[in-house]
């Protein structure tokens, strides 16, 4: 069984949009808690699931290939979301490098400690909101309806469709 690059891009983005979610909320939660043991699962599973970010954006010029002359698709929405996830691929590298960092880098002065680990939490929000907003851009190339306000082209678009 073939496995198809479309659905190999859904998948890998909806693992890193979940994963790093919970990967970030179990290190907040290992803050409230004073327990390292839990801020360092957190951190684990952020870099476990903020590595599919890299598949995702491996996975996207085949998903194009794929999509791009079927009937609707928009070559605008596919330059949106390239654009974008040129910049989810940055953002997610920066947070990964701040979360490893907070992981395994373990100076002896706790400010020195606590900077790094604020500018992951930083660079992990902002990074999170990005992939979030490439993925919307990517599902509004196959969903329209996603949309809140499509241009006059695409509501003619959808409006042929609809008759």
Partial sequence: MEISPVWMHLLVNHVSIVGTFIGLAIVIVGLFMKS???????????????????????????????????SG?????????????????????????LCLATLFYKPRKAIVRNAVLIAFLVT???????????SHDGGLIRRPDLNPSPTVNERNINHEHQH
């Fill in 73 to 97: 698709i928009s070559e605008q929405l596919i330059h949106n979301h390239e654009e974008a996830a040129r910049w989810s691929l940055t953002a997610m590298s920066a947070a990964l490098v």
């Fill in 36 to 70: 390292s043991v839990v801020k360092n699962v957190g951190l684990t599973v952020f870099v476990a699931t903020g590595l599919t970010v890299y598949a995702a954006y491996l996975t996207g010029e085949p998903s194009e290939e794929a999509v791009e002359n079927l």
């Fill in 124 to 134: 992990s929000v902002v990074a999170y909101a990005i992939i979030v907003k490439t």
